[in-house]
């Protein structure tokens, strides 16, 4: 799973939307930063939480409070990203089905 941000002031300006989507080697590089950021963060968080509650049953609390949080933000951007965060919590109920089929992510 990959989480990445958009550049809105693409070189193309404001209201080009090609020029924003338009893949560059530092954009990617750029992307990939900010991923590697997240992935530190919720490597930090996990650790804090795994230390804090040591027993896993625990920690669907803090699972479904990150999943609220990020409804909350799906919601600021209208209803299409309320209907993008839908088909993410769909998604993710197939991984995890999967998940418990393999034994792999």
């Known amino acids: 799973m990959s989480v990445r941000g958009g550049n809105e002031s693409a070189a193309g300006g404001p209201h080009d939307d090609t020029a924003r989507f338009q893949s560059t080697p530092e954009r990617e ?53 309320k209907d993008s965060y839908m088909e993410m919590l769909s998604a993710l109920q197939d991984t995890i089905r999967n998940k418990d089929r393999t034994g792999g992510w």
Do not use: C, F, H
């Open 29 to 81: 590089q750029q992307s990939m930063i900010r991923d590697d950021d997240l992935k530190e963060t919720l490597d930090r968080a996990s650790s804090e939480i795994a230390e804090i509650q040591s027993n896993p049953r625990a920690w669907l609390t803090w699972v479904i409070y990150l999943l609220d949080r990020l409804e909350a933000e799906a919601t600021k951007g209208g209803p299409a990203d």
